[in-house]
């Protein structure tokens, strides 16, 4: 009867130790796994999540994640407006959940849609914008033409539309050096 308790009591220290030993693999793997998370990958697990996001040149810009590309993400701030958010320009998220997207492969169309191309969304739109600078400097206009580093906005009032004798210039912005978009602006939107 000794042996048995012997036996049972060694098994049982066997058990708990292969046990112990399989919980700090599995929690070495997810380690590991999240290691190689990028920022864009996480948020889309927060897809229709309310954020804050801390953006470099905008301060906090807060809303509900409703979009997002492999360089960018879109708000709505839930009185009907957009803010298009250069993810390089984004430096802290709150509100987000546990889940994390599994990565898209490179090649799929979602992963050509950069920020370029929903600037050039906008431009076609023909919609009254913000753009806030990464440094914190705001345009207001309209959003001409898109090339492959940079974007042309024509400044004038958010009241009024794109019309020549509203254009108060034309501006060039380097597209690194765009923080937000925003549409839906007071006046006009």
């Known amino acids: 009867m000794r042996w048995q308790q012997l036996f049972e009591d060694l098994q049982s220290q066997f058990e708990a130790e292969?046990?112990?030993?399989?919980?700090?693999?599995?929690a070495s793997r997810t380690r590991t796994e999240m290691g190689a998370v990028h920022l864009g990958q996480r948020l889309g697990g927060a897809l229709g999540f309310s954020l804050t996001l801390g953006v470099r040149g905008a301060g906090p810009v807060a809303g509900v994640l409703v979009d997002q590309g492999p360089d960018w993400l879109l708000l709505e701030d839930g009185q009907g407006r957009e803010q298009l958010v250069a993810l390089a320009a984004v430096g802290t998220v709150a509100g987000l959940g546990r889940r994390t997207t599994v990565p898209e492969p490179v090649d799929g169309v979602r992963?050509?849609?950069?920020?370029?191309?929903?600037?050039?969304?906008?431009?076609?739109?023909?919609?009254?914008?913000?753009?806030?600078?990464?440094?914190?400097?705001?345009?207001?206009?309209?959003?001409?033409?898109?090339?492959?580093?940079?974007?042309?906005?024509?400044?004038?009032?958010?009241?009024?539309?794109?019309?020549?004798?509203?254009?108060?210039?034309?501006?060039?912005?380097?597209?690194?050096?765009?923080?937000?978009?925003?549409?839906?602006?007071?006046?006009?939107?």
């Open 111 to 189: 992963a050509r849609l950069d920020l370029r191309r929903a600037l050039r969304g906008l431009a076609r739109d023909r919609r009254v914008v913000q753009v806030v600078l990464d440094d914190g400097g705001t345009l207001t206009g309209t959003l001409d033409r898109v090339g492959a580093d940079f974007v042309e906005l024509a400044v004038h009032p958010a009241d009024e539309f794109r019309r020549n004798e509203a254009v108060q210039g034309v501006q060039a912005v380097v597209i690194r050096a765009v923080a937000v978009v925003r549409t839906g602006l007071p006046g006009l939107g």
């Open 18 to 26: 292969q046990a112990a030993g399989e919980r700090a693999e599995s």
